[in-house]
């Protein structure tokens, strides 16, 4: 699972051109990642959410994080090793707008 | 996840978006909501477009690009129009069946608006709003880039070779002076709709010319300008308003000028005068357009500049190679010209001619007859090299030296300082 942060397209005020720009570079990725058979699907987070916390379960508006660190979507991929995934990771277009991946493996649980 | 791009492109190229969609679906959105919500909301109704972007961004890049982008686009903004409407007049005191009437004409009402026609015809408006006598031409090409184009800050200043702040200062004036007078967003009738269509065609003509004559500003966005200017244009002719003798003229010479966008920049990013351009790279598909419209504004009784500096155009379209030039043809177009555009530069050109004719002295008096022409000679390489030039065909060797060098230190031109060396040594 490849995890995305990063500031939300808003806060960097693009301009139309910039906009098409991002989402090209997008689009060559995810069919970059189609092309090898990688991509299994995706998702991405609305802005606004609820956070719940404490021994009370405190409900606050708005989700944990903010700029940087805001989580905006998810890819879910196939790789045979963390080590390969890290590579698909590497095309990711928003490093350069303080974008970061995460990347981790979803736990298989085979039930006896 | 049926809809997911793993499943549908599978094994296929990637998605790719129609070039500058997202700049002529903006001026498009821009143009209508302002006449929805006026001129005095521009911060609303830009917000509104950058909003609708952002979601398009959002689930595009997860998803498939919408088999219409442009209509997925026009149809977000018109849902977000109409909520907004809807917040704004929230009666109290009316029946729920009222306002469930009054919520369904508001639907109607906007979504007329959002109709192609519509649309062309708001972006029209926008133009001409942009376009208003009282401001001054830096400012209208600002806010033509900025709210029909759908260029940015920086864009407009990369393009105009200028910086952000002076732009956004160009762009605050401009729209201040639309709010506070109240400037109406309509289509002029009558006479005012013929003044206002020739700053139209100024404005263009400028945007065009920034493109295609500035050396200072980037190659790619010095095309996006020109590319701009012609896209504006062909809009202006394709409606009723704006089907013009004279707007098919302007059209027709921006593509006679853009045929040849490729051979005009030499290697050192310098202009190459037509003279030195390879003619096998003009662009002979844009010469077919600009015959085509050249045509068409050979109707009625107008004779614009425009259609004087298309014919010139066309005239050296005509020509295989710069020494069969009808040069004859060419001087009496110059001569009709030079009656409309009393220039430095036209009457330059128009002693070459003379020259090309055989009639050196004539062409060195009517260079020498240009007001302000000691001052011209000082500073712009052109004069010199060209009156240097004739000095040396006509034999007057001092002169011609004397010139040939002023020429070769005003230019920063490597090819142009070569091609003078050359000149100059050929002199006896």
Sequence with gaps: MFIFRGPTPEDLGLTPEQHQAAMQKWFTWIGDLSAKGRYVGGDPLMKEGRTIQGKKAVVTDGPFAEGKELLGGYFIIKAESLEEATELAADFPDFDTQGSVEVREIMKITMP | MSSSPGESAQGQSPQQLVDHLFRHEAGKMIAVLTRIFGFHNLELVEDTVQETFLKALQIWKYRKIPDNPSAWLMQVARNRTIDLVRRQQKLSGISEELATRL??????????????????????????????????????????????????????????????????????????????????????????????????????????????????????????????????????????????????????????????????????????????????????????????????????????????????????????????????????????????????????????????????????????????????????????????DLYGRAGNMTEARRLLEMAYHLTSSLAEKKLLQEKSAALK
């Design chain 2, 103 to 388: 919520q369904a004409d508001t639907e109607l009402a906007i979504g007329q608006f959002f109709l192609d026609t519509e649309i062309a015809d708001s972006q029209l408006r926008m133009i001409f709003t942009c376009c208003h006598p009282a401001l001054n031409p830096e400012d209208q090409v600002a806010l033509t880039l900025k709210t029909v184009s759908g260029f940015g800050v920086q864009e407009i200043a990369k393009a105009l070779v200028s910086n952000e702040a002076t732009i956004q200062k160009r762009l605050y004036r401009a729209r201040e002076y639309i709010k506070k007078h109240s400037v109406r967003f309509e289509i002029p009738v009558g006479v005012a709709l013929r003044d206002r269509l020739d700053i139209v065609y100024t404005v263009l003509y400028l945007l065009f010319n920034e493109g295609y004559n500035s050396v200072k500003a980037e190659e790619l966005i010095r095309y996006d300008l020109c590319a701009e200017a012609m896209r504006l244009c062909k809009l202006l002719s394709e409606h009723k308003v704006g089907s013009e003798p004279s707007t098919f003229a302007l059209l027709s010479l921006m593509c006679f000028q853009a045929s040849r966008f490729d051979s005009r920049i030499g290697e050192d990013n310098t202009i190459i005068l037509l003279q030195q351009q390879d003619r096998t790279k003009w662009n002979q598909e844009l010469i077919r357009m600009g015959y085509y419209y050249l045509n068409l504004s050979s109707t009625g009784n107008q004779l614009s500049v425009y259609h004087i500096e298309s014919a010139i155009a066309a005239e050296h379209s005509l020509s295989p190679d710069f020494a069969s030039t009808n040069w004859q043809s060419l001087l009496y177009l110059y001569d009709y010209l030079l009656e409309r555009k009393p220039i430095p530069i036209v009457q330059l050109n128009r002693s070459i001619l003379l020259a090309q004719l055989g009639d050196l002295p004539a062409a060195i008096d009517a260079i020498l007859d240009i007001a302000g022409i000691d001052e011209l000679l000082r500073h712009h390489y052109i004069y010199s090299a060209v009156l240097g």
